[in-house]
């Protein structure tokens, strides 16, 4: 009679436990995968196209993440966010984009002398999918920029460093 039960008793535990891994299986995949896109966005102060020594980084600048389907091209989402005071911002993005292509993309700069968007410094990709090996939630995207109205003196000088670098190329 002890022997049934102890076999009852663990016959019981062990439903219990299965049913509280199965419950414990289904909250995790109703739990949204949260990811957050960080990059820069910078001031580009000698008009080069590129980072410079003297470049600035913009706070305040506005910034969207924009996903498109692979298969259509249409928007499905977007997410915005703003830069801190080091001109970094983090935009924090729902679920899994396997299937789309999700790109960040500058919006507009609070600096009006620093505003025109530099060519080719407008959008980064950025992959938001745990399918790529990368195991933080944390995606990076390349810097984006805007450049200023008129550059300023000490360019003339930095520019020439590129220049005799080139030169010894």
């Not at 102060?45 to 506005?62: H, N, Q, V």
């Not at 679920?95 to 620093?114: A, K």
Request: include cysteine; aromatic fraction near 6%.
């Amino acid at each position: 009679m002890a022997s049934l039960r102890a076999s009852l008793l663990l016959a019981a535990v062990l439903c219990a436990l299965a049913a509280s891994s199965v419950s414990a299986t289904r909250d995790l995949r109703s739990h949204r995968t949260q990811f957050v896109v960080r990059g820069n966005v910078w001031c580009d102060t000698c008009r080069a196209g590129f980072e410079t020594p003297a470049s600035t980084y913009i706070a305040g600048a506005k910034v969207r993440v924009e996903c498109k389907s692979k298969l259509t091209g249409a928007k499905t989402c977007s997410f915005e966010g703003h830069t801190d005071h080091t001109g970094t911002y983090n935009i924090p993005v729902d679920d899994e984009h396997e299937h789309e292509i999700c790109e960040s993309v500058l919006v507009s700069s609070p600096d009006m002398r620093c505003a025109k968007i530099v060519d080719g410094r407008e959008r980064a990709p950025v992959f938001l999918n745990n399918n790529n090996g990368v195991t933080s939630n944390i995606r990076l995207a390349n810097a984006l920029g805007f450049q200023k109205d008129i550059p300023l003196a000490a360019c003339a000088q930095i520019l020439k460093m590129y220049e005799e670098v080139d030169d010894r190329v």
